[in-house]
Every structure is written in C-alpha cells, then in structure tokens.
C-alpha cells in the first residue's frame, strides 16, 4: 500500500472554476515527490485539498487515501488527529505563520503537550531535541520570531512541522522566501529528515531545476492537471510533454554556466481555471500543437518505463518524435 495516494482528485472553488482537474498521484514512504507549474495551476490547492483545508464552500472529488485510508470521507475528530500526525504543511513564509508575541519553543511544543500528552518538561525537552535536528541551539526556544532570521524562522517551522512525528511532510514553496544560499541549507535540511525518519515529502516549486536536484521524482502540473510524471532527473533533462520541456528551458541547467545567462521561456500566461482552453489546456501555447489538440484533452498515459505524460505527440495516435520543434531551441 502506498503512503499516498490521490485518485481523480478535483477541487472546485466556490463560484465555479476547477483549480485541480482529476490528478492521480502517488508516493511511497521514504520517497519525495516534487510538484512543479506556473503559477496559478493548483500546486496550493493540490496541497491544501490533501487535508481538506480549502474554504468552505469549495468542493473536492476523488479520493487522497493517506495509509489506505481516505481523508476526504474521514469523520472530523479522525481527520483532526491526522493534521496533527499523519501529515505536516511546511508553508512559504514562515513569519506569517509564526505567532509573533510567543517563544518560538512554547510554539513547537504545543502540538506535543496537546497531542503526545507530554508533561511540560518533557515536551521543552523534545522542543530542544527538535531545534538542534534542524540546526539550531536548544536555547533558541526562548527566542521570539522577531528576534530570528528567516532562514532561522523556515527552520523553526520545520520543527513544529516535526514535532508530532507525521508520516507525511507537504513543503509548499518552503524556501521562495530565502535567499539562494539559505534555501540550498533549507533543502539539504528537509532532504536528510525525510531520509533519516522514512517520511514521505511532497516538494512544491515553480523551480523545476530545485526539484530535480531534491526530489525522485516530479510532477509538472499545467492548468490544474498533471502532464507529466516520472523520474525526477528524467522529467527535468529530458521531458516528454511540451509544457514539461518548455518549463524545464526556462530554468538555468545545473553546471552550465551558459545556460544562465540565456533562460529559454514560454510566451503566454497560463490560463484562467474559469477559461479553460478548449481540448488541451496548453494547445494555445504549445509549439507542436496539432490541429487536434484544440478539441482533445489526453489523459496522462505511460511514456517509457515509469514515466506518463499527456500529450498527443507522446502518447496518443499522433506521436511522432518533435526533436526539431523542441520549444526554443535556437
Ligand atoms: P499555485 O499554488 O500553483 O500557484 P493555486 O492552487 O494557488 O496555484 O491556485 C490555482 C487556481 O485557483 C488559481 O487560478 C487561483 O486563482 C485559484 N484559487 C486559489 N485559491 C482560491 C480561493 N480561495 N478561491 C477561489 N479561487 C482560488
Ligand atoms: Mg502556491
């Protein structure tokens, strides 16, 4: 059984456009998943839906069986306890979700006094336990928000994300926030807790090169849908789906110097969930688009071995190889 597994999930916000349209995603535990797109295709929403954090009103389908077990038809109190332990949300901007009037250490040691029916000193010690896991000195549990980094904050708020022992750790753009070197520390951070405790990590970026760098395998979403999923490096170096290619193009290649200096792009903004392009999503932007593409949607189907992408050139009737239409290739 998977760790995680999330079946036709779609997310409807109230008035009336879809911002996750049918994805199908797994993850094993020990593995990490990293969730790529523009902004604007449902990474958030993806994220959120998995503990049903979406305003009211909003409507989920599908299924996110987490152990098997599905969260989104799970009584409240079942669902209360796995927010606190099952799964974790380590959020962009972590001083915004810090309380800014409180000691860091009494914030990370709620969840165990509450949850793990610690005893005060129990819990301070876990809470020094947790701060120096992720490379801080006990004695910064006195501090305040204010008085930290934010590289400083971004760890605290891996700590609190650690501290009921969840089994499942959703990173939603943990590091946008930091500068380059801060968020390199960050990433190597939750790399090595995910790998030393067997948890499960779903890493969100608009940064294709930072996922692929982090995580075994990707998903590249584009408007609300994946359309493409495999092997990290592989989706990174060599995707299938055009959409795939041309974000993997916008983002400097790891040890190419050139390649910094010259980021190919994608012209066009991604569309409005309450817009939707007819057919594919992407036919309007796309560089190998078919006359086709503008009345059929693909489903994501296997593309070589543990790759799926959804694109007719690449699994439908029309696949043909498109090397040469390789968007901005000069
Ligand atoms: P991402 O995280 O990939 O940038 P989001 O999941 O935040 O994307 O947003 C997906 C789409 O859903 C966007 O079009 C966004 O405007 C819309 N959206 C996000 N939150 C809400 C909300 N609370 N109510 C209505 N629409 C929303
Ligand atoms: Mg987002």
């Given at each position: 059984?998977?760790?995680?597994d ?10 009336g456009?879809a ?8 993850l ?8 790529a797109?523009e ?5 958030s929403?993806l ?16 299924e ?37 009037v ?12 509450l949850h ?7 819990a ?10 992720v490379?801080?000195p ?26 009921c022992?969840p089994?499942l750790i ?9 500068d ?7 990433l ?6 995910v790998?030393?405790r ?6 969100i ?24 999923e ?12 055009p ?5 993997s193009?916008?983002f ?11 980021p ?13 392009p007819?057919g ?13 593409c503008a ?15 959804a ?11 498109f090397?040469?239409a ?5």
């Amino acid at each position: 059984m998977s760790l995680l597994d999330v079946r036709g999930l779609t997310v409807t916000y109230a008035g009336g456009a879809a911002a996750v349209r049918g994805v199908d995603l797994r993850l094993e535990a020990g593995r990490t998943l990293g969730l790529a797109g523009e902004s604007g295709c449902g990474k958030s929403t993806l994220a959120l839906a998995l503990l049903r954090l979406l305003p009211a009103g909003t409507r989920i389908t599908g299924e996110v069986l987490l152990d098997g077990e599905d969260v989104l038809t799970m009584r409240w109190g079942r669902l209360r306890a796995v927010r606190w332990a099952g799964v974790s949300l380590v959020f962009q901007g972590a001083m915004h979700s810090l309380n800014p009037v409180r000691r860091v250490g009494d914030q990370i040691a709620e969840p165990i006094l509450l949850h793990h029916g610690a005893t005060p000193a129990g819990a301070r010690r876990r809470t020094g336990e947790l701060l120096e896991q992720v490379g801080l000195p006990a004695a910064r549990a006195d501090a305040h928000p204010h008085e930290l980094s934010g590289g400083q904050r971004q760890r605290v708020m891996i700590a609190m994300a650690l501290a009921c022992e969840p089994r499942l750790i959703v990173a939603d753009e943990p590091t946008t926030a930091l500068d380059v070197m801060v968020q390199a520390q960050i990433l190597r951070l939750i790399e090595r807790l995910v790998a030393e405790r067997d948890l499960g990590l779903i890493m969100i970026s608009h940064d294709l090169a930072v996922l692929a760098a982090t995580c075994d395998r990707l998903a590249v979403m584009y408007a609300g849908r994946v359309v493409e999923e495999g092997p990290a490096r592989q989706v990174y170096e060599d995707a299938r789906h055009p959409y795939a290619r041309a974000l993997s193009a916008a983002f400097p290649r790891i040890g190419d110097p050139a390649s910094r200096f010259a980021p190919r792009g994608l012209a066009g903004d991604p569309p409005d969930p309450a817009a939707l392009p007819s057919g594919c999503a992407f036919h309007p932007r796309c560089p190998v688009v078919l006359e086709s593409c503008a009345t059929r949607d693909q489903e994501l189907r296997a593309a070589g071995a543990g790759r799926r992408a959804a694109c007719v050139r690449v699994t439908g009737p029309a696949a043909e190889p498109f090397e040469e239409a390789r968007p901005g290739t000069p």
